[in-house]
């Protein structure tokens, strides 16, 4: 019975599938493919990125972790469907994009990119031609009762609009409204919202209307707290109660909170504002 038993154990061991370490990788011969050569700049249409890893004897490569990046950056959108090898050495993502163009997919492991890559065009999207950093709004309606053609958004390089939620916010950013570009409604339409613009940096001290803390702001929409005045006047200087926005509840969820300040060395306004050149900066859209 014994016997048998080796043999059965001996028989799963060699029917198994061959794999191999990360470290054996074939970086010539090991595949990045796609399944379609065009989608929709609509960001729903998609596609599937598959990215084989053998090893030197053309085996599996198995749990090894698989980056894939585009040579447009965030302009594509990709989504992990698994980035850990399976059995067969497979790693898939899902491409979608809102910006027309050609890409190209890179897939990395152990900071090493594989020889082989994949192509993608992507058609349509809007029809007006628009750059990274736009100011955009549609036409005045003629209707003072309106409001939505009085919105303001940023076009950022993810081919989404972020709204600036009011003036003060809008100018820590932009003296004026003189570089804003009109587009019609259809168009303004195909372009997704990917949240609110947020206080630049270094400019204004906040305070929500029920809450007795006051805080600055970092990048990223990072509000972080002035544990008492002493700090707040070693910042802005004697006048520094000018400086304080109070805004409503409503902006909440547009930041997040770091580290009190607890010191005028910890928060250098000229030099936290000018780490931020532009919003797509601040919200690390690169």
């Known amino acids: 019975m014994l016997k048998r038993l080796c043999v059965f154990v001996a028989a799963v061991c060699l029917a198994a599938p061959a794999f191999a370490l990360a470290a ?50 965030s302009e594509d959108t ?16 899902k491409i979608t994009s809102l910006k027309k163009g050609g890409s190209v997919f890179t897939a990395i492991v152990d900071g090493q990119a594989l020889v082989r890559q994949a ?74 919202i990917g949240g609110n613009v947020t206080y630049r940096p270094g400019t204004r001290m906040l305070k929500f209307q029920t809450d007795v803390k006051t805080y600055v702001v970092s990048r990223g929409g990072i509000l972080r707290w002035l544990k008492d005045e002493s700090v707040a006047q070693g910042i802005f200087g004697a006048n520094w109660n000018q400086y304080i926005d109070d805004i409503p509840e409503s902006f909440y969820v547009n930041y997040e909170f770091g580290e009190p300040v607890a010191n005028s060395l910890d928060y250098v306004p000229d030099i936290v504002r000018n780490s931020v050149q532009s919003i797509g900066v601040d919200k690390s859209i690169q």
């Open 78 to 93: 990709i989504t992990i469907l698994n980035n850990v090898t399976d059995l067969f050495g497979r790693a898939k993502f």
């Open 119 to 192: 192509a993608l065009s992507v058609s349509g999207g809007i029809a007006v031609a628009l750059n990274d950093g736009d100011l955009i709004k549609i036409p005045d309606d003629g209707d003072p009762l309106t409001q939505s053609d009085t919105a303001v958004y940023y076009y950022a390089k993810d081919g989404k609009r972020y709204v600036f939620p009011n003036e003060k916010t809008y100018f820590t950013w932009y003296p004026s409204f003189s570089n804003v570009k009109i587009i019609p409604l259809d168009q303004m339409s195909l372009i997704p």
């Open 24 to 73: 054996q990788i074939d970086y010539q011969n090991s595949t990045v493919g796609i399944d379609k050569a065009e989608i929709e700049a609509d960001g729903i249409e998609y596609a599937i990125v598959t990215v084989v890893l053998r090893d030197m004897n053309l085996g599996s490569v198995v749990g090894a972790n698989v980056t894939l990046q585009s040579s447009r950056g």
